[in-house]
C-alpha cells in the first residue's frame, strides 16, 4: 500500500524558517517524480516544488514565489522527501502535501498533509 505521512509544520514568525518532511512507504521514491504542493482553504491546488527520480538527476523545480527560498531533496536511504523553507511569509501559510507525481496531478498519492501557519 501507498503511504505518505507529512511532518513538521507549524506555527512560525514572518522570516522564520521550517522543515517539512514527508515519509513514504509501499514504493521507492528514488524511482518517482515527488512533489510538494499545497492548498488553502476555498482555493486548489498550488504547486510548489518537485524534483525528479534519480533516473532524471534529481532535477528540482520551483514555483517561482518559492525560488531561492525552499529547496527540496529526498533521502533515498531514508525512502523520504523533505522541504527547507526559509524566509517564510505569510502568503506561505497553507496545508502542505507531498505527492508521487511531478506538479500537480489529480489522484496521484498525496498525505494527509501538514499545516503550516506563518504569522507574527
Known amino acids: 500500500e501507498v503511504q505518505l505521512v507529512e511532518s513538521g509544520g507549524g506555527l512560525v514568525q514572518p522570516g522564520g524558517s521550517l522543515r517539512l518532511s514527508c515519509a513514504a512507504s509501499?514504493?521507492?521514491?528514488?524511482?518517482?517524480?515527488m512533489s510538494w504542493v499545497r492548498q488553502v482553504p476555498g482555493k486548489g491546488l498550488e504547486w510548489v516544488a518537485s524534483?525528479?527520480?534519480?533516473?532524471?538527476?534529481?532535477?528540482?523545480a520551483y514555483v517561482d514565489s518559492a525560488k531561492g527560498r525552499f529547496t527540496i531533496w529526498r533521502d533515498n536511504a531514508q525512502n523520504s522527501l523533505y522541504l527547507e523553507m526559509n524566509s517564510l511569509k505569510p502568503e506561505d501559510t497553507a496545508m502542505y502535501y507531498c505527492?508521487?507525481?511531478?506538479?500537480?496531478?489529480?489522484?496521484?498519492?498525496r498525505g494527509q498533509g501538514t499545516q503550516v501557519t506563518v504569522s507574527s
Open positions: 505527492a508521487r507525481s511531478w506538479g500537480v496531478r489529480l489522484g496521484a498519492p
Open positions: 509501499g514504493f521507492t521514491i528514488n524511482a518517482y517524480p
Open positions: 524534483i525528479h527520480g534519480d533516473d532524471h538527476g534529481r532535477i528540482p
